[in-house]
């Protein structure tokens, strides 16, 4: 799960890990994860332990490049290439360091500097320029560059990098024209195989997976470790439990590396079909693994004990986690503050709050809103408050999630002012674009049920005017609300 379970969506609560169904589907898009991520590795030879230029990453990183920036490296990266003499390994992996750390614009413009000066590109660098233009561009920009590829550059590496980008993004139209064009070229790989199998499941046409498993293997490509998860939970999707598990037999009889994710994977699927002592013996398996050193194992171990609603299982794998990560980071609190929350203990969910409070370096409101609905649940209202004041008096900006975990809590309790007061103070801070979620569905379905109850014109068209900033105003509701008020 390291490059797994990364897929966390930044709201109040992680949405997946609500209930056993959701942690199971962010258990197959987390497979997806490992393959699509894995691209990176296939194409970026040039991947080194050894060290960056440290001292350039400064000085690039101080031109502060960003989206809509007129910064231009080409200078810093001119006087580096002539002071070091430096080679095409030398920028391929600068480009990686800044990809690792997420600077995607800052790697793009040193990708695109390597392909226009005389250090001559090789097709792992494409491959990864496309990467980079999909993250820091659009995907459209990746598209232009690679048909813009003379016929030699366009490799199994170059349309293997399109194809992930297409899958990153669930364009499976698209995704399935391009893999089928590769398959007539004989670029097909078992990480491309990987990849489609991924979006089919995200896609809910977890039908499709055996059937390109099958193709894989006729193909003469090895199914490894992601291709057997992946086919796993296309099984658990159609509750077919035995085929799941016969995968799992298969491996072992194949040879085929697993680890603990695995395990993880199938317990996931036990306790989604309330199979718990099936998912308590994979968990047992799980903890047999010693020395890991990845977060992520401890974190789906904590999911796991929670789904179960074993607090003392919670407890211990907490414990073990800070044995190995003295200093646990924002994630890992929030996966043990989640856990907490929906198991219901109040008191250490406070009181590991304040741990990390007091230790954090990087405040992320997505802890303080666990704390807050917490509360709120509790119709805590005056440490609610509390809370809310301290995080503004600490600077911290609330989230549309914090807004929307008030605007529940007021309706709720039939205070429809406050609650059409954070519903504007989320309107106004949201792009339609981009936050469609906003308000949630359950928060607009609140707000239609009091108007059902109340003849209430006035604030009927507050909510309106709302909903038409966010751009979520249904005409068809908004007639219903006018003809009953």
């Given at each position: 799960?390291?490059?797994?379970?990364?897929?966390?969506?930044?709201?109040?609560?992680?949405?997946?890990?609500?209930?056993?169904?959701?942690?199971?589907?962010?258990?197959?898009?987390?497979?997806?994860?490992?393959?699509?991520?894995?691209?990176?590795?296939?194409?970026?030879?040039?991947?080194?332990?050894?060290?960056?230029?440290?001292?350039?990453?400064?000085?690039?990183?101080?031109?502060?490049?960003?989206?809509?920036?007129?910064?231009?490296?080409?200078?810093?990266?001119?006087?580096?290439?002539?002071?070091?003499?430096?080679?095409?390994?030398?920028?391929?992996?600068?480009?990686?360091?800044?990809?690792?750390?997420?600077?995607?614009?800052?790697?793009?413009?040193?990708?695109?500097?390597?392909?226009?000066?005389?250090?001559?590109?090789?097709?792992?660098?494409?491959?990864?320029?496309?990467?980079?233009?999909?993250?820091?561009?659009?995907?459209?920009?990746?598209?232009?560059?690679?048909?813009?590829?003379?016929?030699?550059?366009?490799?199994?590496?170059?349309?293997?990098?399109?194809?992930?980008?297409?899958?990153k993004e669930k364009m499976l139209d698209k995704?399935?024209?391009?893999?089928?064009?590769?398959?007539?070229?004989?670029?097909?790989?078992?990480?491309?195989?990987?990849?489609?199998?991924?979006?089919?499941?995200?896609?809910?046409?977890?039908?499709?997976?055996?059937?390109?498993?099958?193709?894989?293997?006729?193909?003469?490509?090895?199914?490894?470790?992601?291709?057997?998860?992946?086919?796993?939970?296309?099984?658990?999707?159609?509750?077919?439990?035995?085929?799941?598990?016969?995968?799992?037999?298969?491996?072992?009889?194949?040879?085929?590396?697993?680890?603990?994710?695995?395990?993880?994977?199938?317990?996931?699927?036990?306790?989604?079909?309330?199979?718990?002592?099936?998912?308590?013996?994979?968990?047992?398996?799980?903890?047999?693994?010693?020395?890991?050193?990845?977060?992520?194992?401890?974190?789906?171990?904590?999911?796991?004990?929670?789904?179960?609603?074993?607090?003392?299982?919670?407890?211990?794998?907490?414990?073990?986690?800070?044995?190995?990560?003295?200093?646990?980071?924002?994630?890992?609190?929030?996966?043990?503050?989640?856990?907490?929350?929906?198991?219901?203990?109040?008191?250490?969910?406070?009181?590991?709050?304040?741990?990390?409070?007091?230790?954090?370096?990087?405040?992320?409101v997505r802890l303080f809103?666990?704390?807050?609905?917490?509360?709120?649940?509790?119709?805590?209202?005056?440490?609610?408050?509390?809370?809310?004041?301290?995080?503004?008096?600490?600077?911290?900006?609330?989230?549309?999630?914090?807004?929307?975990?008030?605007?529940?809590?007021?309706?709720?309790?039939?205070?429809?002012?406050?609650?059409?007061?954070?519903?504007?103070?989320?309107?106004?801070?949201?792009?339609?674009?981009?936050?469609?979620?906003?308000?949630?569905?359950?928060?607009?379905?609140?707000?239609?049920?009091?108007?059902?109850?109340?003849?209430?014109?006035?604030?009927?068209?507050?909510?309106?005017?709302?909903?038409?900033?966010?751009?979520?105003?249904?005409?068809?509701?908004?007639?219903?609300?006018?003809?009953?008020?």
């Amino acid at each position: 799960m390291a490059s797994r379970l990364v897929h966390f969506r930044p709201t109040a609560r992680l949405r997946w890990l609500s209930t056993a169904t959701e942690m199971a589907t962010a258990t197959a898009t987390a497979t997806a994860t490992t393959a699509t991520t894995a691209v990176t590795q296939d194409t970026a030879t040039a991947v080194t332990k050894d060290k960056p230029n440290i001292s350039l990453f400064r000085k690039l990183k101080e031109l502060n490049i960003g989206p809509g920036s007129d910064a231009n490296v080409s200078v810093v990266l001119d006087e580096w290439a002539n002071e070091s003499q430096a080679k095409r390994f030398d920028a391929a992996r600068q480009i990686n360091f800044l990809r690792s750390r997420k600077h995607y614009h800052l790697a793009l413009q040193l990708s695109e500097w390597l392909e226009s000066s005389k250090i001559e590109m090789n097709n792992a660098d494409r491959a990864v320029q496309i990467d980079l233009l999909a993250k820091a561009k659009g995907i459209a920009s990746a598209e232009v560059y690679f048909d813009g590829l003379q016929g030699s550059a366009k490799t199994n590496k170059t349309y293997g990098a399109l194809l992930n980008c297409y899958c990153k993004e669930k364009m499976l139209d698209k995704a399935v024209q391009l893999f089928a064009k590769m398959k007539e070229l004989n670029f097909t790989s078992t990480l491309n195989y990987n990849n489609v199998m991924s979006l089919y499941l995200s896609s809910n046409q977890p039908e499709q997976v055996p059937l390109l498993v099958q193709e894989l293997e006729q193909n003469k490509l090895k199914a490894d470790k992601y291709t057997c998860n992946l086919l796993i939970n296309s099984y658990a999707s159609s509750n077919d439990i035995n085929a799941a598990e016969k995968v799992l037999e298969k491996m072992k009889k194949d040879k085929v590396k697993y680890d603990w994710f695995t395990y993880g994977n199938l317990a996931t699927i036990y306790v989604n079909a309330g199979l718990l002592p099936k998912a308590k013996e994979m968990i047992g398996e799980m903890e047999k693994f010693e020395n890991v050193r990845d977060r992520e194992f401890f974190h789906m171990l904590i999911n796991l004990y929670e789904l179960m609603s074993d607090l003392a299982g919670v407890n211990h794998v907490w414990n073990s986690l800070k044995s190995v990560f003295p200093s646990p980071s924002n994630t890992s609190y929030l996966i043990m503050l989640l856990a907490l929350f929906k198991l219901g203990d109040l008191e250490n969910l406070e009181k590991y709050f304040r741990e990390w409070e007091s230790q954090c370096s990087l405040y992320d409101v997505r802890l303080f809103n666990v704390v807050l609905e917490s509360y709120l649940n509790r119709n805590m209202i005056g440490e609610a408050n509390a809370l809310y004041e301290s995080m503004v008096t600490k600077g911290i900006d609330p989230t549309l999630a914090t807004l929307n975990i008030f605007t529940i809590y007021h309706i709720k309790n039939d205070q429809i002012d406050s609650a059409l007061k954070y519903l504007e103070m989320g309107a106004c801070k949201t792009i339609p674009e981009e936050h469609r979620w906003f308000p949630t569905d359950e928060t607009v379905k609140l707000f239609l049920e009091y108007f059902e109850k109340k003849n209430d014109a006035t604030r009927a068209e507050k909510f309106c005017n709302s909903m038409k900033k966010i751009g979520r105003l249904d005409s068809a509701v908004y007639a219903s609300l006018l003809s009953k008020s």
